[in-house]
Antibody
Framework: QVQLQESGPALVKPSETLSLTCSVSGGSITSYYWSWVRQSPGKGLEWIGYIYYGERTTHYGGRTKYSPSLKSRVTISLDTSKNQFSLNLRSVTAADTAVYYC?????????????WGPGTLVTVSS | SYELIQPPSVSVSPGQTARITCSGDALPKKYAYWYQRKSGQAPVLVIYEDSKRPSGIPERFSGSSSRTRATLTISGAQVDDEADYFCYSTDSSDNRVFGGGTKLTVL
């Protein structure tokens, strides 16, 4: 059974960088795509981006894709030695306050999220 | 950017049928998926590929899609079904997209 667990600071100051890590157990991070999704208070779910590190990738450190609305501020990376992947979101504002989830993307005609972490609330405030 | 449009809220009495819609221009070519999110919990997939039900999801949950609209139907809704429901799909550039969410009230 695959399990995901987010970790990181619960409070981040405006203009600083939000950093979260997702620890994956029950499966190798070198397979599948892995995403970050968030939900701001009173708003819907928002996909942030994914990373993939498979046998066929030619990009050291994984291949990434980010939401167009966040692309300029986001970096997702992975650490195969720890079976973890991470999110960095730069120059945060109060609008980035949200519950952040890490997920596994199940491949298919349309990839979708089949395993989720429990989520972690990050508040942006001075 | 691509959008999936859902009504903000739907309300039904216990035992009635709840229908939640999701509109998107690409839905004639793209599958729709539905997630249920209860307060304080991670989302759970209740319908995939328009109309398929994952194992463990009650039979009262069903899905359909026609033209630019996908529909999640909960037949005989129960109080336990109160939650936010999100449709999900992808756009032509493989960006993952969620609908704005629909709050289902059963009372």
């Amino acid at each position: 059974q695959v399990q995901l667990q987010e970790s990181g600071p619960a409070l981040v100051k405006p203009s600083e960088t939000l950093s979260l890590t997702c620890s994956v157990s029950g499966g190798s991070i070198t397979s599948y795509y892995w995403s970050w999704v968030r939900q701001s208070p009173g708003k819907g779910l928002e996909w942030i981006g994914y990373i993939y590190y498979g046998e066929r990738t030619t990009h050291y450190g994984g291949r990434t894709k980010y939401s167009p609305s966040l692309k300029s501020r986001v970096t997702i990376s992975l650490d195969t030695s720890k079976n973890q992947f991470s999110l960095n979101l730069r120059s945060v504002t109060a609008a980035d306050t949200a519950v952040y989830y890490c997920t596994r993307d199940r491949p298919g005609v349309i990839p979708y999220f089949d395993y989720w972490g429990p989520g972690t609330l990050v508040t942006v405030s001075s | 950017s691509y959008e999936l449009i859902q009504p903000p809220s739907v309300s039904v009495s216990p035992g009635q049928t709840a229908r939640i819609t999701c509109s998107g221009d690409a839905l004639p070519k793209k599958y729709a998926y539905w997630y249920q999110r209860k307060s304080g919990q991670a989302p759970v997939l209740v319908i995939y590929e328009d109309s398929k039900r994952p194992s463990g999801i009650p039979e009262r949950f069903s899905g359909s899609s026609s033209r630019t609209r996908a529909t999640l139907t909960i037949s005989g809704a129960q109080v336990d079904d109160e939650a936010d429901y999100f449709c999900y799909s992808t756009d032509s550039s493989d960006n993952r997209v969620f609908g704005g969410g629909t709050k289902l009230t059963v009372l």
